[in-house]
């Protein structure tokens, strides 16, 4: 293999897409203004990436190990076979539901991602991506204060969250500052030698402090549980390289221990249940059964990409349909059951074969007789984003780091010291990206104008305006069903039932359109008959259905 002596664009830009990712929002563009600027970015490099890796294709990926080859060749083919068998709007699977935009664009440029890394020298990119990990944490905790204290410099319409940064949910802000606790400490071990014992032990108290204060905060407590498990497997590594037997086991019961007691408060037991249970783990375990059944009746290609929320109803069972306050959902919150669902069982297998062969690598880089302190890291973060997956809905910047380490890690051979990346002598990148860049654009704007439009119409109070944004490309049910509840709140019946109407033509399967038109006055007896009919369909488990028959 030959070593690249300069980085080209292309690579600069896939090592700091995490970080441009983690921290973009557009709040004075977008009405979605967490996702738009981040599924842009990432539907970006997508596009450049595949261009790069195709122009240079024999090195890029021919050469590449067979897992990388085997897994990201079958992903795609298992994407369009989700996307050709499921009924749900090929718009909406292409660009994904608004508010999660997990669609085909993502998952095709999470794979872009996959293969891109692989090209990497694990050692050098390694100390890289833990610098980005870590200054995108110090730009979005602090932002996060900015909120905490009321001096935020956009004004958010959430008069129900008080802190959640350039994130958009308090749920993954606390993960993902638990996630960056460990390459923080990383950097100030770095920069603060031994001589500055006292200064490096009061920036520690601090860092520690500011995290976990912040964790607490966000009254989301699985912060703690993220950074407790990547501060002892740090830990862990330590004691197993330099042989300290003692720390290792005492290390390894207060693993085991920890673990047993915060499973426990999760599930409302033992001592730690004040602290640890939350009434959503109940309704977590209503989105785990749903989606386990979804993905058992639709196991080869799933429900559809992104389409989950389309079916959650008609698989929750009795008593979850029946339960007082549930909830409803878009997403099982967990990665592996939402891509069981969503995609049915290829992908699930190859998605645990990433995970799989990314710990086993990983194990086997770290049993090297070198002690490598930025890949113990690096580890410790892919250790903490597995975790916080197992409780979180799929979300574009944790998928974007999960893909891009375990690519690294999967693609990576001997580990040598080496200040360059590893790969092949690229070709010019000015036709990737200008190639890359004109097919972002046409694939992009629409969305992006459609939430403009949307943005202005809701800022300019004109039902009217409303109507005509819903109808533009790409649509969503979401922003319809959101339309529908802004207008019956306002009383204005006729816009209502046209949109329902449109919503439904749209998107059958969602029930919110067709429960408008089973109560409006201004429907038809055989318009209400057939939305009675279409809800026992969608929600079968629900008594309430039944309470509404015409």
């Given at each position: 293999?030959?070593?690249?002596?300069?980085?080209?664009?292309?690579?600069?830009?896939?090592?700091?897409?995490f970080?441009?990712?983690?921290?973009?929002?557009?709040?004075?563009?977008?009405?979605?203004?967490?996702?738009?600027?981040?599924?842009?970015?990432?539907?970006?490099?997508?596009?450049?990436?595949?261009?790069?890796?195709?122009?240079n294709?024999?090195?890029?990926?021919?050469?590449?190990?067979?897992?990388?080859?085997?897994?990201?060749?079958?992903?795609?083919?298992?994407?369009?076979?989700?996307?050709?068998?499921?009924?749900?709007?090929?718009?909406?699977?292409?660009?994904?539901?608004?508010?999660?935009?997990?669609?085909?664009?993502?998952?095709?440029?999470?794979?872009?991602?996959?293969?891109?890394?692989?090209?990497?020298?694990?050692?050098?990119?390694?100390?890289?991506?833990?610098?980005?990990?870590?200054?995108?944490?110090?730009?979005?905790?602090?932002?996060?204060?900015?909120?905490?204290?009321?001096?935020?410099?956009?004004?958010?319409?959430?008069?129900?969250?008080?802190?959640?940064?350039?994130?958009?949910?308090?749920?993954?802000?606390?993960?993902?500052?638990?996630?960056?606790?460990?390459?923080?400490?990383?950097?100030?071990?770095?920069?603060?030698?031994?001589?500055?014992?006292?200064?490096?032990?009061?920036?520690?108290?601090?860092?520690?402090?500011?995290?976990f204060?912040?964790i607490?905060?966000?009254?989301?407590?699985?912060?703690?549980?993220?950074?407790?498990?990547?501060?002892?497997?740090?830990?862990?590594?330590?004691?197993?390289?330099?042989?300290?037997?003692?720390?290792f086991?005492?290390?390894?019961?207060?693993?085991?221990?920890?673990?047993?007691?915060?499973?426990?408060?999760?599930?409302?037991?033992?001592?730690?249940?004040?602290?640890?249970?939350?009434?959503?783990?109940?309704?977590?375990?209503?989105?785990?059964?749903?989606?386990?059944?979804?993905?058992?009746?639709?196991?080869?290609?799933?429900?559809?990409?992104?389409?989950?929320?389309?079916?959650?109803?008609?698989?929750?069972?009795?008593t979850?349909?029946?339960?007082?306050?549930g909830?409803?959902?878009?997403?099982?919150?967990?990665?592996?059951?939402?891509?069981?669902?969503?995609?049915?069982?290829?992908?699930?297998?190859?998605?645990?074969?990433?995970?799989?062969?990314?710990?086993?690598?990983?194990?086997?880089?770290?049993?090297?007789?070198?002690?490598?302190?930025?890949?113990?890291?690096?580890?410790?973060?892919?250790?903490?984003?597995?975790?916080?997956?197992?409780?979180?809905?799929?979300?574009?910047?944790?998928?974007?780091?999960?893909f891009?380490?375990?690519?690294?890690?999967?693609?990576?051979?001997?580990?040598?010291?080496?200040?360059?990346?590893?790969?092949?002598?690229?070709?010019?990148?000015?036709?990737?990206?200008?190639?890359?860049?004109?097919?972002t654009?046409?694939?992009?704007?629409?969305?992006?104008?459609?939430?403009?439009?949307?943005?202005?119409?809701?800022?300019?109070?004109?039902?009217?305006?409303?109507?005509?944004?819903?109808?533009?490309?790409?649509?969503?049910?979401?922003?319809?069903?959101?339309?529908?509840?802004?207008?019956?709140?306002?009383?204005?019946?006729?816009?209502?039932?046209?949109?329902?109407?449109?919503?439904?033509?749209?998107?059958?399967?969602?029930?919110l359109?067709?429960?408008?038109?089973?109560?409006?006055?201004?429907?038809?007896?055989?318009?209400?008959?057939?939305?009675?009919?279409?809800?026992?369909?969608?929600?079968?488990?629900?008594?309430?259905?039944r309470?509404?028959?015409?």
């Amino acid at each position: 293999m030959k070593i690249r002596k300069s980085e080209n664009l292309v690579d600069i830009f896939a090592i700091n897409l995490f970080f441009l990712v983690a921290i973009s929002i557009s709040p004075w563009y977008s009405y979605d203004s967490f996702n738009i600027p981040k599924i842009t970015l990432l539907v970006m490099f997508g596009a450049i990436g595949s261009i790069q890796i195709l122009a240079n294709f024999k090195f890029a990926f021919l050469f590449k190990n067979n897992a990388i080859k085997v897994i990201s060749i079958f992903s795609i083919l298992s994407f369009l076979i989700t996307l050709i068998k499921s009924n749900a709007p090929m718009v909406q699977q292409i660009y994904g539901r608004e508010g999660r935009s997990n669609g085909l664009l993502a998952y095709v440029s999470l794979i872009i991602i996959f293969v891109y890394f692989s090209n990497f020298e694990l050692k050098n990119v390694s100390i890289k991506l833990n610098k980005r990990i870590a200054l995108s944490g110090i730009i979005i905790l602090s932002y996060s204060y900015l909120q905490l204290v009321g001096v935020d410099p956009f004004k958010w319409k959430t008069p129900n969250l008080q802190m959640f940064s350039t994130l958009g949910n308090p749920n993954f802000l606390s993960s993902f500052a638990g996630l960056v606790l460990v390459p923080f400490l990383l950097i100030l071990f770095q920069i603060c030698s031994d001589k500055n014992k006292l200064l490096r032990n009061i920036l520690c108290s601090f860092i520690f402090t500011a995290v976990f204060f912040l964790i607490f905060m966000s009254k989301s407590y699985q912060g703690f549980f993220v950074a407790f498990c990547c501060l002892l497997s740090i830990l862990i590594i330590y004691t197993l390289k330099f042989n300290h037997k003692n720390i290792f086991i005492s290390a390894l019961l207060v693993t085991i221990f920890g673990f047993i007691f915060s499973f426990a408060g999760v599930l409302n037991k033992g001592p730690l249940a004040g602290i640890l249970y939350k009434a959503s783990v109940t309704s977590r375990g209503d989105f785990f059964r749903s989606g386990f059944e979804m993905g058992k009746s639709n196991w080869i290609s799933g429900v559809g990409i992104d389409s989950f929320g389309d079916y959650y109803l008609a698989f929750r069972d009795v008593t979850a349909a029946n339960r007082l306050n549930g909830e409803f959902t878009d997403s099982a919150h967990n990665y592996f059951i939402d891509i069981f669902a969503n995609f049915g069982v290829i992908f699930l297998l190859l998605y645990l074969s990433i995970t799989l062969i990314t710990l086993i690598k990983f194990i086997q880089i770290i049993k090297q007789e070198n002690f490598n302190l930025n890949i113990a890291t690096l580890f410790a973060v892919w250790l903490g984003l597995q975790l916080q997956s197992l409780i979180s809905p799929t979300n574009l910047v944790f998928n974007i780091l999960i893909f891009s380490i375990s690519g690294l890690v999967i693609g990576s051979k001997k580990l040598e010291n080496k200040s360059a990346t590893q790969g092949n002598n690229y070709r010019s990148v000015t036709v990737p990206f200008v190639i890359g860049l004109s097919v972002t654009a046409l694939i992009m704007l629409p969305i992006i104008q459609r939430d403009h439009a949307i943005l202005n119409a809701y800022n300019g109070n004109s039902a009217e305006n409303v109507v005509r944004a819903m109808d533009r490309f790409p649509k969503s049910i979401n922003s319809y069903n959101r339309t529908l509840l802004i207008l019956n709140k306002s009383g204005l019946t006729q816009l209502e039932i046209q949109m329902a109407r449109e919503a439904i033509n749209f998107n059958p399967r969602s029930s919110l359109p067709h429960l408008i038109i089973l109560k409006s006055p201004l429907s038809t007896k055989d318009e209400k008959l057939q939305s009675y009919n279409r809800l026992l369909m969608l929600d079968p488990n629900n008594s309430y259905i039944r309470e509404l028959k015409p």
